[in-house]
């Protein structure tokens, strides 16, 4: 079945900076692939999606990048804001092998002012 | 106009104790989910409802039962609960099935077994 590594686990940067999250995935079958950030004590919220047929896609401060042919997919956040500190988990899913989305571990965000 | 609804927010209660959580969304959803998150934030499927019908029981302990009356709700009753039990149950739903749809989740359900 389908398997997603995250990383890193934590990160912490400084407000303005740069910050990017990692994901591989293992069923080369998968082709939808959704972001989603979690703040504390709040149920996960679904912040970007990409499927398979599109290799970047950008919502304001926030992108998603997707090498399927390396199988991983990044997000990538600009000008962070203190607001931005959340856990976030990536997920794979669609690949036909299992009926749901499989999540990566998490990596939890902060960001220093 | 909450978009998925679960009850109750907290739930503390004693080994060997029976409980159930509920949940409702509002946003015509054809299937749902229950998810457990640990301590290290991993989220784990439990089981995956279509339009009423199990479509996934993952390895789950036989005391945990979920029942879905109708496609807008899923509820889960435990028995006999133990002290691994301690987590927090989301509840999600999302358009279609096989991971092709992003979910909505509820707010959660802080469980603690004592």
């Known amino acids: 079945g389908e398997n997603v590594e995250q990383h890193p686990s934590t990160l912490s940067v400084q407000e303005g900076d740069s910050a990017v999250i990692k994901c591989t995935y293992s069923?080369?079958?998968?082709?939808?692939f959704p972001w989603y950030k979690q703040e504390l004590g709040k149920g996960p919220q679904l912040i970007i999606d990409i499927r398979s047929n599109v290799g970047e896609k950008k919502d304001q401060r926030i992108a998603v990048t997707l090498n399927k042919t390396a199988k991983h997919f990044s997000l990538h956040i600009t000008e962070t804001q203190p607001e931005d500190s959340a856990v976030y988990f990536c997920a794979a899913g669609g690949g036909g092998s299992q009926g749901n989305l499989i999540f990566g571990k998490g990596t939890k965000l902060s960001v220093k002012p | 106009d909450t978009a998925v609804s679960q009850t109750p927010k907290y739930l503390v209660t004693q080994m060997g104790n029976d409980k159930s959580i509920k949940c409702e969304q509002n946003l015509g959803h054809d299937t749902m989910y229950w998810y457990k998150q640990d301590s290290k934030k991993f989220l784990k499927i439990m089981f995956s409802y279509n339009n009423k019908e199990l479509i996934i029981n993952e390895t789950v302990p036989n005391r945990f039962s979920p029942k879905s009356p109708d496609k807008a709700h899923l509820n889960l009753h435990i028995n006999s609960l133990e002290l691994g039990d301690s987590a927090v149950y989301f509840c999600a739903s999302s358009q279609g099935g096989g991971g092709n749809y992003g979910y909505t989740f509820g707010s959660g359900t802080r469980l603690t077994v004592v």
């Open positions: 069923d080369s079958a998968s082709n939808y």
